[in-house]
């Protein structure tokens, strides 16, 4: 019989939890983009340590994903807060405006590079451009009489003979991951682009261009290493003619074990990522719902907390974690941004 | 009509062709055992691997470098009825710099750096615990920042250029200082189980995800159990056999064998969606485990109360028991040692599934345990793959230091699984 009683106060809880959480939230709620995630995880420890209240619940969803979660609507039900690694989208504000999240804030926090990198056995001082990047990676390449060959390069000599002539092995990301959309935008675009024909197509065919522009390779020496960034660090190690391509964090805290791929002749650091000379950077952003600010304990300070010196600042503790601050005027002009609310496109 | 004769056949069993063909069918026996053993050792072999590598790469993580000073807080002005608010940033580096005299400012950013940057708020809150600190000299430790840690453990090559690696050569000077002055020690990590997740490998702990499992799994438990043994019950004893009660039986066959990401989907949509109960919580996480446990548990129910011998059934409704009588006087405690033993072993099952929680969103970051089944955390296999994930050096140890512990609450639970059915299990 207490068995019966047993289900009977397991439902019961089931519903007291539905209503007693609908009423209140007293964390904070963060989501979004896998590479804001670890500077949103440094802030809301710093702020759970320092004010004492309740630890904000961070959640790495990838920036779509996270404006879905964002712009679901106004309420305790739906996150105070996302990350993303690129500047939200037309239709992801019109996604926010119907579900009636009107009123949000920017904040672009700072700058992330990627990185290509080998491992430091490997003896060759490597230096591509973004069109050898391209022909290295790409699925087809251009044939030079308006059609297209798949990739014929199996070593980097095949490219230009001044590359070593080792076979062509890149560890880089899924599709479904950030750095691989922000990687195809940044490097395989601009490698692609200017190769002989691209232009013409490019104002024939727009769709065709961003396809053979895009598409990364199948045959073999492009390898989808998953997600998980460290297992990338592994095989580089185990080979060192291999090349990885991830956040520059992952150089940055494995720069015993790796080194930088040299992109135009530019090396991957934090000052070549902060002035722009370095070609693979994108921007970190985050969104504040405006409607939450009075309404969830603790938004208020641990904004305060986000945008401060100690946080972005150049010797701040998110530099220490890998993200490329902002200049001095231009974090100034975010501070305020988001410590008044500034209206999101106005 | 001729009768049917058979011809007489003489074996004899000591020709050499009879004694060729034993030893064949010795050596085929032999060979079978063989094979038996090969296999055997394959797979204890790959067990020994998967072990010993994790602990070879996790026993670091069992130890932390700490640093310990002396600090007298009674000189340090603190206002006692405000000691959160004190500035313990610098009364920490008060006494941190006194350790190395004569420091230059130039190094003192390097300096701090070697030590947690939540050096202030470690010994705040321990503070905050033991207001009687407040009144003398009093000795803490904090531990070292990631990079040094990993600089006392033997993992940084000192020959390396100063570039390549995160700890500069004046650290190591600093260290090297510390270390004479008997100031740095390697206790065990304590922190590792009481801690909950943190930024900084050198802070973060598995409890709140011990904590987030164990109310998931509780709850898995409540709502499982009980509806497990109902559902076995009526099917085993009650209902009548008929098309429709196989058809419920072929499906409970398949539940058991449906991939875990399934119910995760299912408890997405269902228990997030449509009953709008909030992400991340140990509640929902149980709720979801449970589906995944059920047709465990109704298959082992409705075993082991088959085996309970029918003599003891019909002896009880002999004599004017009800059905539910002979039930629940009876058959269910008779075969109550099984349920439970197959229960503990479909919550260990519970315990190790990843892919559920992942869905319902149980692999956030948060820096406090749960203190109920309403609070947001992460569960132990979820905690492994956001440490798996991360890029700090430290979570390579730590990593494998949470799946050392996760093996042990596993292999924990099946040796109690099997003692109860050593302990309680009747034979019949």
Redesign the interface.
């Known amino acids: 019989m207490n068995k019966f009683i047993l289900t009977a106060s397991a439902a019961t809880l089931a519903l007291a939890a539905s209503a007693g959480y609908a009423a209140a939230r007293d964390q904070i709620k963060i989501v979004g983009s896998s590479t804001v995630f670890p500077y949103s995880q440094a802030v809301a420890e710093e702020f759970a340590n320092k004010t004492g209240k309740p630890a904000p619940v961070v959640e790495s969803l990838g920036t779509g994903g996270g404006f879905k979660a964002f712009c679901g609507g106004v309420g305790p039900d739906h996150a105070d807060i996302t990350g993303a690694s690129r500047a939200i989208k037309e239709s992801e504000v019109k996604l926010c405006a119907d579900n009636g999240v009107t009123d949000i804030t920017e904040a672009l926090i700072g700058y992330d590079g990627l990185s290509i990198a080998v491992s430091r056995a490997n003896t060759t001082d490597w230096d591509l451009t973004e069109e050898q990047i391209f022909k290295a990676l790409a699925a087809e390449l251009p044939d030079g009489k308006g059609g297209f060959v798949a990739n014929p390069n199996k070593k980097w000599s095949d490219i230009d003979a001044s590359l070593p002539a080792t076979a062509i092995v890149a560890f880089g990301p899924p599709p479904t991951s950030g750095t691989r959309d922000a990687f195809v935008e940044l490097v395989m675009h601009d490698g692609c682009k200017d190769l002989p024909g691209m232009a013409d197509l490019k104002k024939a065919d727009e769709d065709k261009w961003t396809e053979v522009c895009s598409r990364m390779r199948q045959d073999g020496p492009f390898v989808e290493a998953g997600e998980n960034d460290n297992l990338i660090v592994q095989r580089l190690e185990s080979d060192p003619n291999s090349v990885g391509i991830f956040g520059y964090s992952f150089l940055y805290e494995n720069s015993d074990k790796l080194k930088g791929i040299k992109v135009n002749d530019v090396e991957p650091n934090f000052d070549t990522i902060a002035d722009g000379s370095y070609p693979v950077a994108r921007p970190l952003f985050f969104y504040v719902k405006n409607a939450h600010r009075d309404v969830i304990p603790g938004m208020k300070e641990f904004l305060e907390e986000y945008v401060s010196e100690a946080a972005l600042g150049p010797d701040g503790y998110l530099a220490e974690r890998g993200l490329t601050p902002l200049a001095d005027d231009k974090r100034a002009e975010v501070q305020k941004a988001v410590l008044e609310g500034k209206k999101f496109g106005s | 009509m001729t009768a049917v004769t058979f011809p007489a056949v003489v074996i004899n069993w000591g020709s050499d062709e009879m004694a060729a063909r034993r030893k064949r069918r010795y050596a085929a026996d032999r060979r079978l055992q063989i094979y038996g053993m090969i296999a055997i050792a394959f797979a204890l072999g790959f067990l020994a691997i998967l072990i010993g590598t994790l602990t070879f790469t996790g026993y670091r993580a069992f130890t932390q470098s700490v640093v310990t000073f002396e600090l007298d807080l009674s000189k340090a002005e603190i206002d006692r009825s405000d000691v959160?608010g004190a500035d313990w940033r610098g009364i920490v580096r008060g006494a941190l710099r006194e350790k190395v005299p004569e420091l230059p400012r130039s190094s003192e950013?390097a300096y701090f750096a070697m030590f947690t940057?939540?050096a202030q708020?470690l010994v705040r809150d321990q503070v905050i615990r033991n207001p009687a600190l407040l009144d003398g000299v009093a000795r803490f430790s904090v531990p070292l920042s990631d990079p040094l840690d990993q600089l006392a453990k033997g993992q940084?090559?000192r020959d390396?250029p100063e570039?390549?690696?995160?700890v500069t050569d004046r650290q190591i000077e600093f260290y090297e200082q510390l270390s004479a002055a008997g100031a740095i020690s390697k206790p065990f990590n304590w922190g590792l189980f009481f801690n909950?997740d943190?930024?900084?490998p050198e802070l973060a702990g598995l409890a709140g995800a011990i904590s987030g499992s164990f109310w998931a799994l509780l709850?898995c438990f409540?709502?499982s159990?009980?509806?497990g043994?109902?559902a076995a019950i009526y099917l085993e004893e009650f209902a009548p056999k008929n098309r429709f009660t196989d058809l419920i039986e072929i499906n409970i066959n398949n539940l058991a064998a449906v991939p875990s990401v399934v119910f995760g989907l299912l408890g997405l949509a269902v228990f997030l969606g449509w009953?709008?109960?909030?992400?991340?919580?140990p509640?929902v996480g149980g709720?979801v485990l449970a589906l995944m446990t059920l047709p465990t548990i109704i298959i082992v129910t409705r075993a082991s109360l088959t085996s309970v011998p029918s003599s003891i059934r019909e002896a009880a409704l002999g004599i004017g028991a009800s059905k539910t009588e002979a039930i629940?006087h009876h058959i269910l405690p008779l075969s109550m040692p099984t349920i439970m033993t197959g229960t503990i072993i479909g919550l260990a099952q519970a315990l190790g599934e990843t892919a559920p929680l992942l869905l319902i969103?149980m692999?956030?970051?948060?820096?406090?345990p749960p203190a109920g089944?309403?609070?947001?955390s992460t569960a132990l296999p979820t905690q492994i793959y956001i440490w798996?994930?991360?890029?700090?050096?430290g979570f390579?140890a730590r990593t494998s230091a949470a799946i050392l512990v996760l093996l042990g609450f596993l292999i924990l639970m099946n040796a109690i699984a099997i003692f109860l059915r050593q302990r309680f299990e009747r034979r019949w």
Do not use: Y
């Not at chain 2, 570039?163 to 995160?166: G, K, N, T, V, W």
């Not at chain 2, 798996?388 to 050096?393: C, N, Y």
């Open positions: 959160m950013r940057s939540s708020f940084v090559d390396t570039s390549q690696r995160r909950s943190s930024r900084f709850v409540l709502i159990f009980p509806i043994i109902a009953f709008g109960l909030p992400r991340s919580v509640l709720m629940f969103g692999n956030a970051f948060i820096t406090s089944v309403l609070e947001a798996a994930d991360s890029p700090e050096r390579v």
